[in-house]
């Protein structure tokens, strides 16, 4: 009998959680314990607690799930915790994570230093649940709003891409901002619906996100809107890297298609003239802009050879990247 209760507690649970959204919150913690209070803490959420020991098993965390916050919590000296903070920060994708610090009794002088290097909110031995919960509210709204992340795939936006590439163009990096698109999406998401279309936008953003933080850790994903994607990455992984996009996605994208679609290899949707017209199965096309020498200074230097070599790339058959080769103009 009582096997048979907790096989209901447990069901009742897994359907509550279910119906809750979950919260991805990456933990390090040296001389003291405290998932419990941020489980309590950030409600009404399904919290969900990564454990990471150092930096690289951040990164991994990173790149299976979207974190929504980053804490660090320990006792005694702050140095490594410190040490964290800028490594934190430096990374194109964990810069925009709230980052939490927690020190029961914290000096002085490295709170003032941890708010230095980056820290979003410092929380003492005082944790009273309600302001504590406030604080992490405040700080994950923030993030959002200054992000500009995309509500279905929590990628960041297009101010937040436009800042990205500058700062690395000002550091003279020698990179290739990608910019990837889907041919005949709107026909897709016209014949399918809308809750169809959003599946491909964010199975798109998946597969990007994955290959890119796969093989290029330092790498940095974008989502403009709609299907529209930014990838920034050294410009000696371009081709690794879109190689494997390009194969994934075709090896993915038929089985969004009905049966009867997939087989005949096209859909019959009426277009923007009113008429019937047919359209073959999704691709994916990704314009190749190289910063070779310095050559750009801005984003907007890029954009006009961005969108005419877009155009160009779209008008081959098939999933295709194509990078640049002409001199800036």
Known sequence: MEELVDKAKTADNQKHHSSVPNFHCALIQRGTAIEDRIIRTIKPFNVIIHKFNSIEELYTHSQRVILEMIVIAGNGPA??????LPRIKRDSTLQ????????????KRDVVEAYRRGVDEVINSFWDFDLVAAKMEMLITRSKRDLGVNPTTKLPGPAAIEQEINFRLKNGEYIGVCYADLDNFKAYNDYYGYVYGDKIILMTAHIIRTTVHDLVPTGFVGHI??????FVIPFAKVDIVCKNIVSTFDKMI???????DRERGYIDVTNRLGKMERFPIMTISIAVIPNHDKAFTHVAEMSHMMADLKKYTKSKPGSNYMIERRKKY
Request: aromatic share 16%; charged share 25%.
């Open 96 to 107: 925009f994570v709230p980052v939490v610090l927690f020190h029961p009794s914290p000096d």
């Open 225 to 230: 809107g709609g299907d529209d994607y930014i």
């Open 79 to 84: 140095g490594w915790m410190l040490e964290l």
């Open 254 to 260: 038929p089985i969004r298609y009905q049966e009867e």
